[in-house]
C-alpha cells in the first residue's frame, strides 16, 4: 500500500535541486498516486486532484481568459449553479441550455463560447446529453468540452473517449465511495489545460491532503463493485417504483420510459444508483415521507455506500431560483435517492412503509 506523507516540506540535494518534492502545496507523493490511477481510470494523459468538486471548477473558470462565454446545462448540480451565477458571473458571461436539444446546443455553439459545460445525466432530473454528438460540433466550432461525469464515475462513462477534452469529478461522490472524504479532480489529455489548471492550483491553493487522498485510493479498488452493486439496486428499486400506485413518475436512465434511454444505452456501460420521483401529493406528502423513510439516511450528497435520500427543491437545489427551479421540473413532490449498496428488499420495505404513512394523513 503507499504509505501517507504526511509531509508539508522536502529535504533539497542543493538550493532549488529537489527531489522531485518540493512543498505538499505544489506536489505530494500520495496525492500523485491518486492522480496516475484517476488519469488511468479516464483513459486521460494527466488528472489533477483538488480539495473539492468546486475547487476544481473554480480553477478552471479562472483559466478561461476573463470575459470567456461559457455554455452551461441548465439543470446541473446546484452547487455549480450557484458558484457560476454568484460567483464567476462577474468574470464571464453564463449562458444555460438544455443540452439535451442538439439544435440549442448547435445555435449556443455558434456564439463562440470558449467552452461548453455538460453534465449528464444530469442532477436531479437525470436527463442524458449526447457527448459524442456535442463534442464534434463543439470541434467544428473550436469550442472545448468539458464534462462533470460524477453520476457515472469513469466506470460507467469516459467522456474522453467520446471526444471531451476535460473530465470533472467530485471524488466526495462515488469515486471515494464511502462518506468520508471530500475532493475533486480533473482528468485531461490536453497539456495545455492541464499546465493552466495546476500552476492556478499551486498559485492558489486548493489541494487535497494526503490523508484523504489515501483514503480515496482505497475507495477506488472497489469502484467496480460498488458501482454493479449500485445499479443493481436503483434498477429493481426504479421499476418497483414505476408500479406504485402513489407515484406519479420516476425518472432512471436504465428505465425504457426514460427520454433519453437510447442515448444513454450507447454511451453509457451502466445506468448508475441515482433515481429521481415524483409522489403524488405536495410539500406535506413529500416531507412526511422523507420523515419516515429509516434506512434511507436524509441527507445531502450521493454516491456512498450507504442510501441517502433527499428533497432536491429545499436541500441540493435550494440555489436554484423557484422560478428556474419549476422550469426545469424541481417540484415540491421531488425525492432524489441515491441507491446505496445494502439489500435492496430492505430498501424497498423502507420505501414501502413510508408510503403507507402517506395515506394516514389523507
Ligand atoms: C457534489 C457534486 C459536485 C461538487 O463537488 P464537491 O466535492 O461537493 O465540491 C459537482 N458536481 C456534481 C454532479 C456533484 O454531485
Not at 81 to 105: A, C, G, P, Q
Not at 188 to 211: D, W
Request: charged share 20%.
Amino acid at each position: 500500500m503507499p504509505p501517507i506523507f504526511q509531509t508539508s516540506t522536502y529535504v533539497q540535494k542543493s538550493p532549488g535541486k529537489h527531489l522531485g518534492y518540493e512543498y505538499s502545496r505544489s506536489h505530494n507523493p500520495t496525492r500523485t498516486r491518486l492522480e496516475t490511477n484517476l488519469a488511468a481510470l479516464e483513459n486521460a494523459k494527466y488528472a489533477l486532484v483538488t480539495a473539492s468538486g468546486l475547487s476544481c471548477m473554480s480553477l478552471i473558470m479562472h483559466s478561461l481568459p476573463k470575459g470567456s462565454k461559457v455554455v452551461c446545462g441548465d439543470d446541473v448540480y446546484g452547487g455549480t449553479y450557484r458558484l457560476f451565477t454568484t460567483v464567476f458571473n462577474d468574470l464571464h458571461e453564463f449562458n444555460f441550455i438544455n443540452t439535451t436539444d442538439l439544435k440549442s446546443v448547435e445555435a449556443a455553439l455558434k456564439e463562440k463560447p470558449a467552452v461548453i459545460w455538460l453534465e449528464t445525466p444530469t442532477n436531479p432530473m437525470l436527463k442524458v446529453s449526447d457527448i459524442q454528438k456535442i463534442a464534434q460540433m463543439a470541434k467544428r466550432y473550436k469550442v472545448k468540452v468539458c464534462v462533470d461525469n460524477t453520476f457515472m464515475s469513469p466506470y460507467f462513462q469516459n467522456p474522453l473517449n467520446l471526444g471531451a477534452d476535460v473530465v470533472v469529478h467530485s471524488l466526495t461522490k462515488y469515486i471515494n465511495g464511502h462518506s468520508d472524504v471530500v475532493g475533486g479532480c480533473m482528468m485531461t489529455s490536453n497539456k495545455s489545460i492541464y499546465n493552466k489548471v495546476s500552476t492556478l492550483q499551486n498559485s492558489m491553493g486548493p489541494t487535497q491532503s494526503p490523508f484523504d487522498s489515501w483514503l480515496v485510493l482505497r475507495g477506488i479498488k472497489t469502484l467496480a463493485i460498488r458501482m454493479e452493486a449500485h445499479q443493481k439496486a436503483a434498477l429493481k428499486i426504479s421499476k418497483w417504483l414505476e408500479s406504485h400506485p402513489q407515484v406519479e413518475s420516476v425518472i432512471y436512465p436504465g428505465l425504457k420510459s426514460h427520454p433519453q434511454h437510447r442515448i444513454a444505452k450507447k454511451q453509457m456501460s451502466g445506468f448508475g444508483g441515482m433515481i429521481t420521483f415524483f409522489l403524488k401529493g405536495g410539500l406535506r406528502e413529500s416531507k412526511r415521507f422523507l420523515e419516515q423513510v429509516d434506512l434511507f439516511a436524509l441527507a445531502e450528497s450521493l454516491g456512498g455506500v450507504e442510501s441517502l435520500i433527499e428533497h432536491p427543491a429545499i436541500m441540493t437545489h435550494a440555489s436554484v431560483p423557484k422560478k428556474i427551479r419549476e422550469e426545469i421540473g424541481i417540484q415540491d413532490n421531488l425525492i432524489r435517492l441515491s441507491v446505496g449498496i445494502e439489500n435492496v428488499n430492505d430498501l424497498i420495505t423502507d420505501l414501502d412503509f413510508a408510503f403507507k404513512s402517506l395515506k394516514k394523513i389523507k
